[in-house]
Antibody, heavy 121, light 107 residues
Framework: QVQLVQSGAEVKKPGASVKVSCRASGYTFTSSDINWVRQATGQGLEWMGWMNPNSGNTGYAQKFQGRLIMTRDTSISTAYMELNSLTSEDTAVYYC??????????????WGQGTLVTVSS | DIQMTQSPSSLSASVGDRVTITCRASQSISTFLNWYQKKPGKAPKLLIFAASNLQTGVPSRFSGHGSGTDFTLTISTLQSEDFATYFCQQSYNTLWTFGQGTVVEIK
C-alpha cells in the first residue's frame, strides 16, 4: 500500500538545523509532489512547502523562505526537509504528505506518521 | 494567500447527533476544498476532496457541500470514533492553506 515513513524524533538547540526524512513506498516516488506540514502543540496545521521529486522544483510558504530547504534522493525514494536557524517556536510535529492528484483536484494523501522536533536549550 | 476560516472552533455533541462544520474562503475557490480528520498522536486523514467527493473507505455519514467561498462538512449521525479535530484546506493554488480546525468533543 502507499506509505510514507518518516525519521525519528529530534531534539535541537536554538540556532541549530534539523533534517527530517520521508521514505515513500507503494507508488512511483517521482509521480507525485511531496508536501511538508507542521503542527505545534494546541495549534492548527501549517503548510510549509512542496517539492516535485521528479524535477526537484520547490515552492515554500513565505514564512519559511530563506531557512527551509527541501531535497530528495530518487534512488531511495526519499524526501528531505531541512529547517535552519531553529527557535523554540519551531517545536512541532512535522508531517510529510503526498500530493495526490484526483482528476483536476489535488489533496494530501497519505501522510507520514509525523516527526516530533523539539527545540530547547 | 487565501485565508480559510472555520466555525465553530469547537463544539460538544453526543453520539447520534448531526454535526455541521463551516469553512469560508477569503476568495472564490470553486470546489477546490478538502476536509481532513485529525486525532491526537495520529496523522491527518483525508475525508473529502473537491468539496463533496468522499475519499475511498470513508463512511457515508460524512458529506461535504459548497462551492465558491462557503463550504460545509456534515456528520449525519455522530459515532464515538468521530470525536476529533477537522480541518478544511484550499487546493485552489499550491500555496496551500488550512482552516484553524474545529474540535468535536463529547458532550
Amino acid at each position: 500500500q502507499v506509505q510514507l515513513v518518516q525519521s525519528g524524533a529530534e531534539v535541537k538547540k536554538p540556532g541549530a538545523s534539523v533534517k527530517v526524512s520521508c521514505r515513500a513506498s507503494g507508488y512511483t516516488f517521482t509521480s507525485s509532489d511531496i508536501n511538508w506540514v507542521r503542527q505545534a502543540t494546541g495549534q492548527g496545521l501549517e503548510w510549509m512547502g512542496w517539492m516535485n521529486p521528479n524535477s526537484g522544483n520547490t515552492g515554500y510558504a513565505q514564512k519559511f523562505q530563506g531557512r527551509l530547504i527541501m531535497t530528495r534522493d530518487t534512488s531511495i525514494s526519499t524526501a528531505y526537509m531541512e529547517l535552519n536557524s531553529l527557535t523554540s517556536e519551531d517545536t512541532a510535529v512535522y508531517y510529510c504528505a503526498r500530493g495526490r492528484v484526483l482528476a483536476e483536484w489535488e489533496a494530501f494523501d497519505p501522510w507520514g506518521q509525523g516527526t516530533l522536533v523539539t527545540v530547547s536549550s | 494567500d487565501i485565508q480559510m476560516t472555520q466555525s465553530p472552533s469547537s463544539l460538544s455533541a453526543s453520539v447520534g447527533d448531526r454535526v455541521t462544520i463551516t469553512c469560508r474562503a477569503s476568495q472564490s475557490i470553486s470546489t477546490f476544498l478538502n476536509w481532513y480528520q485529525k486525532k491526537p498522536g495520529k496523522a491527518p486523514k483525508l475525508l473529502i476532496f473537491a468539496a463533496s467527493n468522499l475519499q475511498t473507505g470513508v463512511p457515508s455519514r460524512f458529506s461535504g457541500h459548497g462551492s465558491g467561498t462557503d463550504f460545509t462538512l456534515t456528520i449525519s449521525t455522530l459515532q464515538s470514533e468521530d470525536f476529533a479535530t477537522y480541518f478544511c484546506q484550499q487546493s485552489y493554488n499550491t500555496l496551500w492553506t488550512f482552516g484553524q480546525g474545529t474540535v468535536v468533543e463529547i458532550k
